[in-house]
């Protein structure tokens, strides 16, 4: 009785020494492959950042070169001179479409 009380005592401490390193094992295991995914996501969210950043800046950017002012700018740059007179219509039946301008 005493043998098999001892048995059962070291079959007990060698289940409970597996179970332990198991669980050490699987523990370590889930770390290192949380922190290679935290890097992951961290090397994402700068790359989002950079997105964000660079989006804002052509926002403004396109914001900047399609204003009316910046329109007229590079027209006249371009050798296009203001209207001095009024835009009356635009004649539909003529065979290539041109302004009409009121005289």
């Known amino acids: 009785m005493f043998k098999q009380k001892k048995n059962i005592f070291k079959l007990s401490f060698v289940?409970?020494?597996?179970?332990?390193?198991?669980?050490?094992?699987?523990?370590?295991?889930?770390?290192?492959s949380l922190a290679i995914k935290n890097s992951e996501l961290?090397?994402?969210?700068?790359?989002?950042?950079?997105?964000?950043?660079?989006?804002?800046k052509l926002s403004f950017e396109n914001s900047t070169l399609s204003?009316?002012?910046a329109?007229?700018?590079?027209?006249?740059?371009?050798?296009f001179i203001d209207m001095s007179e009024?835009?009356?219509?635009?004649?539909?039946?003529?065979?290539?479409q041109v302004a009409v301008l009121k005289q």
Not at 22 to 32: D, E, R
Not at 42 to 56: D, F, P, V, Y
Not at 71 to 79: I, N, P, Q, S, T
């Open 67 to 69: 204003s009316i002012d």
């Open 15 to 32: 289940f409970a020494t597996f179970l332990f390193l198991s669980c050490v094992v699987c523990k370590l295991y889930l770390c290192s």
């Open 42 to 56: 961290e090397n994402t969210i700068n790359a989002k950042k950079q997105l964000e950043k660079e989006i804002s």
């Open 86 to 96: 009024r835009l009356s219509s635009i004649d539909p039946n003529a065979p290539v």
């Open 71 to 79: 329109v007229e700018k590079k027209a006249r740059e371009m050798g």
